[in-house]
């Protein structure tokens, strides 16, 4: 990777979700924040790449691109950087696609959202709660009425790996 693309990726991982570091320090607020963060650096990543090289999906990536390991992990298995803006986004429904892992992947029938639908739905929230309710108030999607599983996984992930609790 070149000095260029360090940057571009440090920019592009950072920036959006220094909006948020003004809030008061809580389990979710990391996770909204890191989420937000890693789900952006994959989405512009993988648009980038895909433009620079139109066989960037393939079967080497499961034909998802960027960060497409994500895309396997269980609950048990995530931490605050979950793939939930990738999930917003793409048509790519990881329970079905990784179906014999035990216990699978989240289901994901969620898509069509944007980067920017997606930031303003984030803005001024702190809890996932509010991060929900948003999308569902600013926007319309035919694929709203599955938000609540989509945003249930983010909500088993506060307590992984994390000696002190979330509740």
Not at 133 to 140: A, E, G, Q, T, V
Request: hydrophobic share 30%; charged share 20%; glycine share 2%.
């Amino acid at each position: 990777m070149n000095k260029t693309s360090i940057i571009y990726r440090f920019n592009i991982q950072t920036c959006p979700s220094q909006a948020f570091l003004h809030y008061s320090q809580g389990c979710q607020r990391d996770m909204l924040m890191e989420s937000w963060a890693e789900g952006v650096e994959t989405v512009v990543t993988n648009n980038r790449y895909k433009n620079l090289n139109p066989s960037y999906f393939n079967n080497s990536n499961d034909n998802i691109g960027w960060n497409y390991l994500r895309q396997r992990d269980r609950i048990l298995e995530m931490n605050e950087y979950t793939p939930i803006v990738a999930d917003l986004i793409d048509d790519y429904n990881q329970s079905v696609k990784y179906s014999y892992l035990n216990p699978k992947p989240p289901l994901d029938r969620v898509r069509n959202y944007n980067l920017q639908q997606i930031q303003k739905a984030l803005d001024n929230c702190r809890t996932i709660d509010c991060w929900e309710r948003n999308l569902k108030i600013y926007y319309h999607n035919s694929s709203e009425q599955h938000l609540s599983e989509l945003f249930n996984y983010m909500k088993g992930v506060l307590n992984n790996n994390n000696p002190n609790r979330c509740d």
